[in-house]
């Protein structure tokens, strides 16, 4: 059974950058055919892709066009994981955010959701 | 970008009675490599992440009851509920992922027992 489990911060000051991290069990960050993806809600945006990682004998990342000056996803082999950073951050990227697992079948496995509040 | 829309916006059926959501792509979703619509259904539950219940726009995920179903190819597609249960209270959302890697959800549709 896969899990993702995330941690990082909750509230982040206007201008500087959001972190976040999400630990796999019952699965690889290396898998070939899967991608690991970050996703936000809100209720002004709805839900939103924002990018992801994967595996296919080289490391790749795609990222949504709305966000991809500011935003950054590593894989971590060693510890298991992947991370997000979404830098300058405003008001607007308040969100739930949730790391999720991606197969060519739609979104199957998610995380259970950060609250980020992005305020002063 | 391929825009999802979905209708109604909200529903209240009777338990025991057929819900039906109806997604709507801006562009077909069709295809995907293997020649299978690229539309997956989620529900998600208050407080909750949303949970993966059809892919292929017609496959059941492992574990979801056999009174979820999807229908449809090309722009349109549906999700029924045959029986509503208590349990089924939600909001649903359709997805494409037919144009990696863009993937968009629609709106969400809201289901309560009338």
Redesign the interface.
Known sequence: QVQLQQSGQGLVKPSQTLSLTCAISGDSVSTSGVAWNWIRQSPSR????L??TYYESQWYN????SVKSRITINPDTSKNQFSLQLNSVTPEDTAVY?CVR?K?????Y????TLVTVSS | DIVMTQSPDSLAVSLGERATINCKSSQSVLSCSNNKNCLGWYQQKAGQPPKLLIYWASTRESGVPDRFSGSGSGTDFTLTISSLQAEDVAVYYCQQYSSPPLFTFGPGTKVDIK
């Open positions: 709805g839900i939103e892709w990018g992801r795609d990222y949504a066009i949730y991606g060519m079948s739609a979104f199957d998610w995380g259970q959701g």
